[in-house]
């Protein structure tokens, strides 16, 4: 059974980066496509992005395109999240998730379909 954790999250200002990781035990990271999601107090759970199994394709939220670029290492059991041009609603715990049930999913499924999360890494933007 796959488990995702989520590592390096943490307090920034406003228009500074940070790199979120989500490394994977238990099985092939490879096989799947991964999810980044973002949940604000009192909001509901967002998709930020996600990239497929091989890292050919990538989607992202409309809210961070052009700060944020995912990436993967399957060699390393890794995904990525740098996120650059941090603003404050940036505000939340970021989690990874995937489909444990389909192997190679597209990342034009929607966001729905990442039913297994981790336990989140907090991303705090503030001054």
């Known amino acids: 059974q796959l488990q995702l954790v989520e590592f390096g999250g943490g307090l920034v200002q406003p228009g500074g980066s940070l790199r979120l990781s989500c490394s994977a035990s238990?099985?092939?990271?490879?096989?799947?496509?991964i999810g980044w999601f973002r949940q604000a107090p009192g909001k509901e759970l967002e998709g930020v992005s996600c990239?497929?199994?091989?890292?050919?394709?990538?989607k992202y939220a409309d809210s961070v395109k052009g700060r944020f670029t995912i990436s993967r290492d399957n060699a390393k059991n890794t995904a990525y999240l740098q996120m650059n041009s941090l603003k404050p609603e940036d505000t939340a715990v970021y989690y990874c998730?995937?489909?444990?049930?389909?192997?190679?999913?597209?990342?034009?499924?929607?966001?729905?379909?990442?039913?297994?999360r981790g336990q989140g890494t907090q991303v705090t933007v503030s001054s």
């Open positions: 238990g099985n092939i990271l490879g096989a799947y496509a």
């Open positions: 990239i497929s199994a091989g890292g050919g394709e990538t």
């Open positions: 998730a995937a489909n444990l049930g389909l192997l190679f999913m597209s990342c034009h499924k929607p966001w729905e379909e990442f039913h297994s």
